[in-house]
């Protein structure tokens, strides 16, 4: 299994280090990547490996979050309700869903029960229809949370409160795809039209089906970029997202630049697209050596 | 280590099934993949583990092959001398490419000594330069080799001899790199048109370096293919290969029809020409997600 958990700290790196080794002090936990961004106030860690070892890394993790980040100091252009904010499990090999989803509640009753952190679960983890999206859950962030969490059963936490933690505010607990995200840089300056592609393709003004969008400014390049979050890439590849907004791109007089990969991709999300361009007629993600190595360790 | 033992029969699925349990029966050693292609009468085994189970594994499969594979039966489309034809180790993981070729030597001693089926050694396990091209030693096929393996010296093979195993031939190993199996099906039905495009791309004429290519019938579909093998991907990636052949089919007034893939394919051999396709200005392998995880294996 995998869980990328996301932490509001971006800049003191005494608190990331901490988390760190809190993460390589569990036998059987992969810290396989950790990045961060001072904008954003806001950093990613990602773990791999059995799932016992995961979780309890994980919570050993945020243990460490909610000693060291105060909420009450936070600022960052990211929208944000804890000191750990969002921790999705991901399956990998030999793992569904719905395990992933019992992992998070699992983590979740130890977060409260220990830490006196309020838990809410999302996406497959979700106990309420309504919190499966996490903009959602999400919605107002620590400080408009802190008073609706006590006063508006809507908003009340899935373990815990009532309330929030002083400090940490509150975690969100969940089980999700493998998502991607991927950034494709328009030959303009002119950021309306990025935002105008972004609402042509996401899936929630009625575009393309597990595609999250937004236009952004690249101010220090002085390009606008379409930045997106491709929530199940087996139903929409990257290649479909990539033909999408050139499509939408050049109706508007503009050309793709060049596009980012953001953070790790699983092999066949590349790979599934490479055989798109290929006319391969007989790929299946059995073809890529290392998934197949990975079965037999 | 990695082994991909080739085998002179794509047909007769009890002779494949009893070289694939062959290869299960030895501990440690991985069948990740096996293929078979009726038209080439060929099948191509995939083995993965530590090097000593590989090649006991190997060793088995072998002698199946050795006793139920006839050659003066065998006809195909793809050039052969040996029922096991070609036995190349490739290096993955803590092993150098010095470690497959001692590999293959021992390998070849113990063919000769137990199965009394001669050797060639090829590629990095070569023994004479002129033998470093597998094409060089399997020139004129089993019908030419049985022959002149006895009276050319320049032909004999390398452990073993005089002459071919009556029914097995001989068998061709090595070390060497990951090779892609790649082929790309034309919309013609004309074979002429496939050898002029494999003989315009590939590197022995002149073409793309680290391409071999030949134009083949596909007489159970009626098309014409360009079958290729790429040596060094990293030099040579599938999507420059692709275009080439797109290239050259237009100039001669046909198009792709489709292609395939044989074998497994390393992740970023797929990865970087994904990456091509979508501009992706900041790709690097290191963004492959099972890569990490092997790391940490």
């Known amino acids: 299994v995998e869980c990328v958990p996301n932490f509001s700290e971006g800049r003191n790196e005494n608190v990331l280090e901490a988390i760190a080794q809190a993460i390589k002090s569990v036998n059987g936990a992969h810290l396989l990547a950790r990045e961060k961004d001072a904008d954003h106030h806001r950093s990613v860690f990602t773990i791999a490996g059995q799932p016992d070892a995961v979780s309890s890394a994980v919570f050993q993790a945020i243990a460490v979050a909610v000693a060291s980040i105060d909420l ?3 600022q960052g252009v990211h929208p944000r309700i804890g000191a750990a904010d969002v921790v999705p499990f991901i399956p990998v090999q030999d793992i569904g869903m719905n395990e992933c989803a019992l992992l998070a509640h699992n983590l979740g009753k130890r977060l409260w029960s220990e830490l006196r952190l309020p838990v809410y679960f999302y996406e497959s983890a979700a106990l ?3 919190r499966r999206l996490l903009e959602a859950v999400r919605k107002g962030g620590f400080e408009q949370l802190r008073v609706t ?26 089980a999700r795809k493998f998502l991607l995200a991927f950034n494709i840089n328009l030959t303009t300056s002119d950021v309306q039209i990025a935002r105008r592609i972004a609402v042509k393709i ?13 236009g952004v400014m690249l101010a220090s390049r002085g390009i606008a ?28 007089g503009v050309s793709i630049a060049g596009s980012e990969i953001i953070g790790l991709m699983p092999a066949a999300a590349l790979a599934q697209s490479a055989a798109h361009w290929l006319q391969c007629v007989n790929y299946s993600p059995a073809v890529i050596f290392e998934k197949k190595l990975l079965l037999v360790d």
Do not use: F, W
């Not at 996401?202 to 969008?213: I, Y």
């Open 128 to 130: 309420r229809p309504e």
């Open 225 to 252: 970029q379409v930045s997106m979050n491709l929530t199940d890439y087996e139903v929409t590849p990257l290649h479909v997202v990539y033909e999408a907004v050139r499509t939408e791109a050049s109706l508007e």
């Open 149 to 174: 969490a006590l006063e508006d059963p809507a908003r009340t936490p899935d373990i815990g409160g009532p309330g929030l933690h002083p400090t940490a505010g509150a975690v969100i607990v969940g």
């Open 202 to 214: 996401r899936a929630s003004s009625g575009g393309l089906p597990h595609v999250k969008a937004m």
């Open 72 to 74: 009450n100091q936070h």
